[in-house]
């Protein structure tokens, strides 16, 4: 049986334009993710996007988690990300803290900067200062939750915080588990300074330099007095697993290449500029103009995607496992795939994958 942490990992696309294809989209995950905690999965994961139609309609995570919330017992309720620079941390904290007290404190605060020059406009922040933004925020809500209810003042460029106490209170003490969200070097050794846990995914630059850059955020971890073994590191992964690989691709590929069009594009760091992202962001944009099944195999190789049967997933895991990661997120619904093939992916998985893989 894996030591991994298996959970799951939400954009929420919307294949196509009408209202009621929007609304099950929305019911799906939500059904799926009531099954994942019956299958035992150990977190839902939805992201925060904005003004991505299609690719992204999980501009309110929070409030599909606390649908989710009250619909399951005992899966975490993972936030993946916040982007804390658009809104005041006094409203973050307030609506995190909320989220864990009515799950029973089941949230994992996940936490980020954004990347879209879109969103920073629309919200009217400056997009060159994202880091300074993020990081003003993420240390003002840390405060107000380590307050434990007493009065905190604080400034920062684009927010005030008057001498207030902010209520509700998490029920994880003193707050829930931070975690980052990142696809470069430069933002994993970020993460590490601080001691945070890590969101990444192998979408960029694929699972070895992925592993790279893991040691790295040990080693980082260490030198600023954490523990490397008592922080966790997350890989998030499109994933689908069916009885033979044929079938696997016959039913993901379309799917997954529709999904990548709109990713590869869109995940993309401010002032990123590592060569090898580069060059696997090339390599990412070719595989999608390719014929889905010599598509599927250079993404394979690169464990960008798993779309493969139970050995080839099997296999998979145990390259992430050994790439240094503790949690795996699998993107089960990805790209339109259907309600009932994610649900019979998902079993398979648990089933046949998580159980065996060594």
Known sequence: MTSLRVSLGYELEVRGRSREVERRAFENVMDQVVLADELGFDTAWFVEHHFT????????????????????????????????????????AERVATLDVISGGRVEFGTGRGASPLEYQAFQRPFEQSRKLWEESLEAVLAIWNADGEPVTRSGEYFEIPDVSVYPRPVQEPHPPVWVASTSLDGYLAAAR????????????????????????????????????????ALMIPWHVAPTQQEAVDIAADPVLWYLRRQINLVAPPG????????????????????????????????????DDVEGSRKAVERIEAAGATDLILQAQVGGLGHEDVCESMRLFMREVAQEAK
């Open 53 to 92: 139609r299609g690719f992204s309609h999980s501009s309110a995570p929070d409030l599909v988690l606390a649908g989710i919330s009250q619909r399951t017992r005992r899966i975490h309720l993972g936030l993946g990300v916040v982007l804390l620079p658009f809104q005041s941390p006094i409203r973050t």
């Open 272 to 307: 990123y500029t590592d060569a090898r992202h580069a060059t696997h962001r090339v390599l990412g944009q070719q595989a999608v103009g390719m014929p889905p099944e010599e598509a599927m195999a250079i993404l394979r190789d690169e464990t960008m995607v798993v779309i």
């Open 194 to 233: 601080q001691g945070y846990n890590l969101l990444g995914m192998t979408m960029l630059k694929g699972l070895d330099q992925v592993a790279e850059d893991i040691a790295a955020y040990k080693r980082c971890l260490a030198e600023n007095g954490f523990d490397p073994e008592s922080r966790r590191i």
